[in-house]
C-alpha cells in the first residue's frame, strides 16, 4: 500500500533502499564465510592426503624401473645358462621354434601369449600365476636375447625363503624404511611380498568394492577398513609385463611427518565469520515489501499491459527512479508493440515462402525445376514482382542446361564474392524498378540470383533473400553432385567390366595361344600334338563362358568351390603342364580361412602374374607361394627369366594396373622387384582384419 513519505531529517536509516538491502544480505554472508572456514579445513586435510600419495607414488615409480632392469638381466642370465644344479630357478627353459609343446598341458597356452608379448616388446614378458597340472604356482618368464626369445618356467609355489623365486626377489629387490615391497601380476595377485603372510593372497580381497588398483598405470590409494590398521600402498607398472610392484606402509607412520594446524584452524574463521556477519546483521526488514508494487506492475509489462503504475512508489530513494523509469519504459513498448505485430506478420510470411521453396526445391535433382520452382515461388512475397537465377555458362554446361535469354531487366549476376557488409547488390532500372542480386556459389564459380521490386528493400528483404539464395546454391550443388555421381557411376561400371575380361577372356586366349604354338612344335608328337589341342579347345571353352557370365553381369567366383590354395595349385599346374616353364607351387599356413573377396582378387593377381612371367619372360622356373597367418595373407610370384626395367614398372602394361587396383581395393599394396636379365618378384600383401574397399 502507499504510505505517505516522512521527511529526508526524520528517516530512519532503516527506510533506505542500501540499508535494507544490507540487512537483507547479513544471513548469507555469514554462511558464506563459515563455509569458507570448513572448506578451508577440509582442503588442508586432503592436500596432507594428496601429498602423501604422491610421495608413496614417486616411490614406487623410482624402485619400479631399476628392479624391472635388474630382474630382466638375471632372469636372462639364468636362462642362459644350462646348469642343471640346484638352487635352479626353472623347471624348464627353451630357445626351440615350438617350445609349448614341451611344457605342462595347462602352461601352453599361456607360454604362447607371454612369447608373443614378449617378441612385440622387445622386453621381459611375465604371464600370471598358473597352477600347473600337479597343482603347482608357477609363471612363464619369456626375454628377448638377440634374435631368439629364451623362455623358462618358474616355480613360486613355496612360501618360504627357499624357494628359489624368493631368494631371487630378495637379492634384487631393496629394502625400503617403513615399507615392505610385493610384486602383483596383471590378475592382482600377490607373487612375492617381504611379508611372506600377503604372499599367495589377491590385493583386491580387502571387502572394498570397485578395488582401484588396477584402473591406472601408476598411483597410491589409502587402503585398510579401519583406522589404526590402514596401509598406504603405492603402485607402478614393472616395465612393460604387465605386472605391479607394490610399497606398502602403515598409515600412521606415513603421517608422522605432518602435523598440519587441523581443527584449531576453524577458530579465527569462525571470527571471521561471525564480525562481518554481525555487521550487515543490523540492516534491512521492508525492501522487499516495498518493492512488491513495482514487482507487480513489471508483471503486467511482461504479459502485454502497457497502462501506467495506478499507485507509483513515493519513496524519495532508488525505487522511485526505478519507478519513473518502468512507466518511460511501458509507454515506449506501446508505441512499438504495433508495429511489431505487422513485422512479425511479415517475417511469419517470408518464413513460409522459405520453406515453400527449400521443400520443393530438396524434392527433386532436376535443376530445371528447381529454377523453375524458385522462379514461381519468390514473387509470392509482397514486395517481389518477379525473379529468376542466372547462372555462368561453365555452370549452365554441367547441370545440362540450355543457356536461356535473360529478362530485360536482368542485370550481371556479381562476378566476385561480396563483402561481409554488402552481400546484396542493387541496381535502378531505367523502367524505375530495382533489380537485386545475391551470390550464389556451385563448381567454385559465381551465379547470382535476381529480383525485381517496386522499391529500394533491399535492407529488409537481405536475410530473405540470402536465405532463399542459399537454399537454390545448395540444390543446384546437390545437382550437380547428382549428375557426376551417375557419370561416375558408369566410369567404375566399365573399369570393373574392362578388368574382368582381361582377367578371364583374356588369359583364356593367352592359354589358347600358347597351346596353338605349342602345337606347332609337337607336330611330329600325335599324342603330344592331341593333348595340346584338347587344352586349347577347353580354355577356348571357359573364355567364351566368362565372357558370357561377364556380359550377362552374372559372373561365377573364380575359385568355383575351391579354397585359395586349392586354386592357385590349380592354375600353377596347368602352366607347368604347359611346358614353357617348370612352374611349382607352395603354402605356408591354413588358407582355408580367407575371405572369399580377398581370395578371389589374390587368385586373378596370381594368373595375371603367372601369365606375364609365361608370355614375355621366358623364365625356366616360376615358383608361386603363399604365406597366411593370423592378421594377413602374402603372394609371391617368382621367376628367373628376362625381367623388366623398375621404370617401367609402374607404367606399363593394363595387367600391372588391374593387379595394382585389385590390391588397393583390399586395403594392401602390390610391389614388383625386377632388374633386366635378373628375373621378377611380384608380392602381393593384404590385411586379414580391415574392411575391405571392395565394392
Same mark, same amino acid.
Given at each position: ?7 529526508? *531529517? ?47 607414488? $614417486? ?13 630382466? $638381466? ?28 614341451? /611344457? ?32 603347482? &604356482? ?46 602383483? $601380476? ?72 605432518? &602435523? ?67 512507466? &518511460? ?9 504495433? &508495429? ?118 533491399? !535492407? ?56 596353338? %604354338? ?18 586349347? /579347345? ?86 608361386? *607361394? ?9 603372394l609371391v610370384i617368382e621367376d628367373d627369366g628376362a625381367g623388366i626395367d623398375p621404370a617401367d614398372s609402374n607404367e606399363s602394361g593394363y595387367g600391372?594396373?588391374?593387379?595394382? %587396383? ?21 608380392? !602381393? ?11
Open positions: 500500500m502507499h504510505q505517505p513519505s516522512p521527511t529526508r *531529517s526524520g528517516r530512519r536509516w532503516t527506510r533506505s533502499l542500501a540499508g535494507q538491502i544490507a540487512i537483507l544480505a547479513a544471513v548469507p554472508t555469514a554462511a558464506v564465510l563459515l563455509a569458507v572456514a570448513v572448506l578451508t579445513l577440509f582442503l588442508n586435510q586432503h592436500s596432507r592426503l594428496e601429498t602423501l600419495l604422491q610421495a608413496e607414488t $614417486d616411490r614406487a615409480l623410482a624402485l619400479a624401473d631399476p628392479i624391472d632392469r635388474a630382474l630382466t $638381466d638375471t632372469l636372462r642370465a639364468n636362462l642362459r645358462s644350462a646348469s642343471p644344479t640346484p638352487p635352479n630357478l626353472f623347471l624348464h627353459r627353451s630357445t626351440d621354434a615350438s617350445p609349448t609343446q614341451q /611344457l605342462d598341458e595347462a602352461l601352453r597356452a599361456p607360454a604362447t601369449a607371454t612369447i608373443q608379448q614378449a617378441r612385440s616388446t622387445d622386453a621381459l614378458a611375465l604371464s600370471n600365476v598358473i597352477q600347473t597340472s600337479n597343482g603347482q &604356482s608357477a609363471i612363464v618368464a619369456a626375454i628377448p636375447d638377440g634374435t631368439v626369445i629364451r623362455i623358462g618356467v618358474i616355480r613360486v609355489s613355496s612360501g618360504t625363503t627357499e624357494s628359489p623365486w624368493r631368494s631371487l626377489l630378495q637379492d634384487l629387490i631393496p629394502t625400503a624404511p617403513n615399507a615392505t615391497l610385493g610384486l602383483v $601380476d596383471a590378475a592382482a595377485y600377490v607373487a612375492y611380498h617381504q611379508d611372506l603372510d600377503q604372499t599367495g593372497r589377491s590385493v583386491t580381497s580387502s571387502g572394498q568394492p570397485g578395488d582401484p588398483l588396477f584402473q591406472t598405470a601408476s598411483g597410491a590409494l589409502l587402503r585398510g577398513p579401519m583406522v589404526g590398521t590402514q596401509r598406504i600402498t603405492g603402485f607402478a607398472p614393472l616395465g612393460a609385463t604387465g605386472w605391479r610392484l607394490i610399497v606398502e606402509r602403515p598409515w600412521t607412520a606415513a603421517v608422522e611427518a605432518f &602435523s598440519g594446524p587441523g581443527p584449531l584452524v576453524l577458530i579465527p574463521l569462525l571470527g571471521a565469520a561471525l564480525l562481518p556477519a554481525a555487521l550487515i546483521g543490523l540492516t534491512a526488514v521492508r525492501a522487499t515489501r516495498r518493492l512488491r508494487d513495482l514487482a507487480l506492475a513489471a508483471r503486467r509489462i511482461a504479459a502485454g499491459d502497457f497502462r501506467p503504475i495506478p499507485t507509483p512508489v513515493r519513496t524519495g530513494d532508488e525505487i522511485e527512479d526505478l519507478t519513473t523509469q518502468f512507466e &518511460s519504459m511501458a509507454r515506449q513498448l506501446q508505441s512499438l508493440y504495433g &508495429s511489431l505485430e505487422q513485422r512479425v506478420a511479415d517475417r511469419t510470411r517470408e518464413l513460409e515462402i522459405v520453406v515453400r521453396v527449400a521443400r520443393s526445391i530438396t524434392q527433386t535433382l532436376d535443376a530445371h525445376e528447381i529454377l523453375r520452382v524458385s522462379a514461381a515461388d519468390l514473387p509470392r512475397h509482397p514486395r517481389i514482382q518477379a525473379a529468376c537465377v542466372r547462372l555462368a555458362p561453365t555452370q549452365t554446361e554441367q547441370l545440362g542446361l540450355a543457356a536461356s535469354p535473360p529478362p530485360d531487366w536482368a542485370v550481371d549476376a556479381p562476378t566476385e564474392h561480396p563483402e561481409a557488409n554488402c552481400p546484396i547488390t542493387s541496381r535502378l532500372t531505367p523502367t524505375g524498378e530495382w533489380v537485386h542480386a545475391l551470390p550464389i556459389t556451385m563448381a567454385g564459380q559465381q551465379g547470382g540470383l535476381l529480383v525485381r521490386t517496386a522499391a529500394d528493400d533491399s !535492407a529488409e528483404l537481405s536475410n530473405f533473400l540470402l536465405t532463399v539464395a542459399a537454399q537454390i546454391g545448395i540444390a543446384l550443388e546437390n545437382a550437380l553432385l547428382y549428375r557426376q555421381g551417375q557419370a561416375r557411376a558408369a566410369l567404375d561400371e566399365r573399369m570393373r567390366l574392362a578388368r574382368d575380361i582381361h582377367d578371364t577372356v583374356a588369359q583364356s586366349l593367352t592359354g589358347v595361344i600358347v597351346h596353338l %604354338e605349342a602345337l606347332e612344335h609337337a607336330a611330329g608328337d600325335a599324342l603330344a600334338a592331341a593333348d595340346h589341342r584338347t587344352r586349347a /579347345l577347353d580354355l577356348a571353352r571357359v573364355g567364351l563362358r566368362e565372357a558370357r557370365l561377364s556380359v550377362q553381369g552374372l559372373r561365377a567366383s573364380a575359385l568355383d568351390g575351391q579354397d585359395l590354395s586349392n586354386a592357385l595349385a590349380a592354375v600353377v599346374a596347368r602352366a607347368d603342364a604347359s611346358g614353357q616353364a617348370a612352374a611349382r607351387f607352395s603354402l605356408q599356413g591354413d588358407a582355408a580361412g580367407v575371405p572369399a573377396p580377398i581370395a578371389n582378387e589374390l587368385l586373378r593377381i596370381g594368373e595375371e602374374a603367372l601369365a606375364n612371367a609365361l608370355r614375355h619372360a621366358s623364365p625356366h622356373h616360376v615358383l608361386t *607361394s603363399l604365406q597366411v597367418n593370423h592378421d594377413a595373407v602374402r600391372l594396373l588391374g593387379m595394382r %587396383e585389385r590390391a588397393t581395393r583390399l586395403g594392401g599394396t602390390l610391389s614388383i622387384e625386377s632388374q633386366p636379365g635378373e628375373g621378377t618378384r611380384v608380392q !602381393a600383401h593384404i590385411p586379414l582384419q580391415p574392411a575391405s574397399n571392395d565394392r
